[in-house]
């Protein structure tokens, strides 16, 4: 194998201790939870599951992996490679064909897709881990997605909010679990070179409003040292949260 799972255990060991932590924080995997990855073949879905079938031999709790692809493209993406990696962590690997892409670019025309691109494919990604008897879904989102998408709230949309790293849905029954929340991004990219990433085939790949935040936050973090950090460490503190009382 050629692939993190490999590794040894100094090098994974750190991603390993922060999805304890995150697990022990937030109760995100108990006995008999059947989880499903969901896989876009990104290099934070590919280490989350890496780190997940890790956790799962070198953890007491007993859980089940399933790995999900909503593929985008219509069938013209190649998945072999994700397939093998999959076979190697010995996780059950599933696509769920769409042509996304087709009805948001070519069809609607989208000026703004990914909001809609993403409701369509959590859509899908709930539908098949709920028919695979899932009652949980595992997404890649890490320390750096949380930062950014509390300042795309704030910038963005006026609200002070971002992402859970559990949040339960009733319509489904699912609960969406973030394992890598207090994982860094740069850490993910240290050991990215090992992982069978795919090109993502997104027609507006970094030229979106969450890559302008993802820049601007590397930005204030060159010059500012320890920025983001700083702000991870805020949102995830409660007891630091100093705001206006709700008004009369």
Do not use: W
Request: neutral net charge.
């Amino acid at each position: 194998m050629l692939y993190i799972i490999d590794m040894n255990a100094k090098k994974l060991q750190p991603i390993l201790s922060h999805l304890r932590r995150a697990d022990e924080d937030f109760g995100l995997i108990s006995k008999g939870d059947k989880i499903a990855v969901g896989l876009s073949g990104g290099k934070d879905s590919l280490l989350l599951a890496s780190a997940l079938a890790a956790y799962r031999k070198f953890d007491h709790t007993d859980f089940e992996l399933v790995a999900i692809t909503v593929d985008c493209t219509g069938g013209k993406a190649d998945f072999s490679k994700i397939k093998a990696f999959c076979n190697d962590l010995d996780i059950k690997f599933i696509i769920v064909p769409s042509n996304i892409f087709e009805v948001i670019f070519d069809i609607r025309k989208e000026k703004n897709p990914c909001s809609l691109c993403s409701k369509l494919r959590r859509g899908m990604l709930h539908t098949a881990a709920t028919q695979e008897g899932c009652n949980k879904v595992a997404l890649g989102h890490h320390g750096d997605d949380l930062v950014e998408t509390f300042l795309l709230s704030l910038v963005f949309e006026g609200r002070l909010s971002t992402f859970h790293p559990s949040s339960y849905l009733d319509r489904t029954d699912i609960t969406v679990i973030r394992p890598l929340v207090y994982v860094s991004e740069s850490d993910i990219e240290k050991l990215s070179s090992t992982l069978a990433v795919l090109e993502n085939p997104c027609p507006v790949n970094h030229h979106t409003q969450r890559e302008y935040m993802k820049n601007l936050v590397k930005k204030l973090d060159a010059e500012i040292p320890d920025a983001r950090k700083r702000m991870l460490d805020a949102i995830t503190h409660p007891e630091r949260y100093n705001l206006l009382p709700p008004k009369n």
